[in-house]
């Protein structure tokens, strides 16, 4: 089954920047990842989104999850699990698109994480 794939325009624009700054992300507490290298994906009708690059995601605490899904504008994500020693694993926390596609091609080798799970600090 073949999936649309489109591409940002006018009516549906997607920026990919450089974030000012230092983002760092923690859940329960626990620092996750911390970098100076982020990036800003900001796409029409959604909150802007902080990509970090995998290199500064604590590795230890990230397991590949089953869990997959498909953006017509990025690509096929997949998703983490966190694990943090003692608490409940959080349960597809963090996604990237391992071949986004070229419109957001910036985002290879970076993750994202949903906000509603982690506190992201800008």
Known sequence: MSRPVLEPTADHPITVGPTAGRVVVKIAGQVVA????????????????????????????????????????????????????????????????EEPYASVAEITNHVAFYTDRAEVLT
Request: glycine fraction near 6%; aromatic fraction near 16%.
């Open 34 to 97: 911390d970098t100076s290298a982020a990036l800003t994906l900001e796409e029409a009708g959604y909150d802007p989104v902080q990509y970090i690059p995998v290199h500064d995601v604590d590795q230890s605490a990230l397991r590949p999850s089953e869990t997959s899904s498909y953006c017509p504008y990025k690509g096929e994500a997949g998703y983490f699990t966190v694990d943090i020693a003692g608490l409940e694993p959080f349960e597809d926390a963090a996604w990237f698109y």
